[in-house]
């Protein structure tokens, strides 16, 4: 069967849907808080087994009304993440299982479609985009990922000078905690190398960052006290795994060569794992298109390609399930051991023949 490219209204249709039940189940409870579990949980998996994959759109397609699904869930996520404090922490009519209902798809949510959004936003060009992108990780309590993915992951991945790339061999866990404090130092430092430089001029945007994400724990705490301060953490923690989880199986193990002047070898589409599940990738934007997003950064997230399987690693796994199983590390080593060496001997054999 042919592929044809996601049509964009099924991407705004897989990534929005869950928004009221959302919304419906914080205000109301029962019925909407399963069915928004179930949506983010268990159907994403069960359509993407049912229904083949999709190719990418034409090349030089344009989709004007691209920004516009990405403002609607940069919004919504801006506006989802204090609701769903209220309706965990304050005084909501949920019962106990009702909270952990919504804290589990909440943060599915955020982390799985509202990352995608703010991914896309910060790599606009137009500085009201990225700086929805950038508020949105603020919300999250993760400011320094518009900086550092921008200026540290996507020159220096697959390789030791970035602290996204997970080593073969390397668990989740050590991983994140690595991840997630070098990439504060590093997209700091390349930032304040900006400024020093004269290439970009005004406040430092990690002020903004710290600012805005204490901002955003002194509104939880309006919103419901000590609690909503926990809840709003936890939420955050909840989405920041994910994102953390999303880069670490998106590079497992994949390194850049060194050329013979000392230099990596530039970016290319073996750098990446792509998955070919087409529900997940319409609800995540393509994100699990990995590769084409690292050689085009600017490429319209409707228009991302999925490079045949010589060109570029790909998982036999949705993301979402190949992120479930990096959280039990000898469960993940296990299992991709053997895709990530027929992928390195594969690209050794072109090598020989190159």
Excluded at 36 to 58: C, E, K, W
Excluded at 246 to 271: C, F, I, K, M, N
């Amino acid at each position: 069967m042919q592929c044809r490219p996601l049509p964009l209204a099924a991407f705004a249709l897989a990534a929005l849907l869950p928004l009221p039940l959302l919304t419906m189940g914080a205000t109301q409870g029962g019925a909407w808080l399963w069915l928004a579990f179930l949506y983010m949980a268990v159907l994403t998996i069960l359509l993407d087994q049912l229904i083949p994959l999709t190719a990418g759109a034409a090349e030089g397609a344009e989709f004007p009304a691209a920004d516009i699904l990405l403002v609607s869930l940069g919004l919504g996520a801006l506006t989802v993440l204090p609701l769903a404090t209220w309706a965990i922490a304050g005084d909501s009519p949920l019962s106990t299982g009702e909270k952990f209902l919504l804290f589990i798809a909440t943060g599915f949510w955020l982390g799985q479609v509202a990352h995608p959004a703010a991914h896309e936003l910060i790599h606009r060009p137009r500085r009201e985009l990225f700086r929805l992108g950038a508020a949105v990780y603020v919300a999250l309590l993760f400011g320094q990922h518009a900086s550092a993915h921008r200026l540290v992951h996507h020159r220096h991945v697959a390789s030791e000078q970035d602290p996204n790339t997970a080593r073969a061999g390397e668990s989740f866990y050590r991983f994140a905690l690595r991840a997630w404090w070098g990439s504060f130092q590093q997209g700091m430092r390349a930032e304040t190398e900006l400024r020093a430089r004269g290439s970009r001029l005004g406040l430092h945007p990690y002020y903004a960052y710290i600012a805005g994400g204490l901002a955003a724990l002194i509104l939880a705490s309006l919103i419901a006290g000590l609690p909503g301060v926990l809840v709003w953490l936890g939420l955050a923690l909840h989405a920041q795994s994910q994102i953390l989880l999303s880069d670490y199986v998106q590079h497992y193990g994949l390194t850049r060569a060194r050329l013979p002047d000392g230099r990596l070898e530039p970016v290319g589409l073996r750098h990446s794992w792509n998955t070919a599940h087409w529900f997940s990738s319409a609800m995540m934007l393509n994100a699990p298109r990995h590769s084409d997003h690292h050689a085009h950064p600017a490429r319209p997230f409707a228009a991302l390609r999925l490079p045949p399987e010589g060109e570029a690693p790909r998982l036999p796994w949705p993301l979402p399930v190949a992120c479930a199983l990096a959280l039990a590390p000898r469960q993940w080593k296990r299992r991709i051991r053997p895709h990530l060496a027929r992928w390195q001997a594969d690209h050794a054999a072109q090598g020989l023949r190159a």
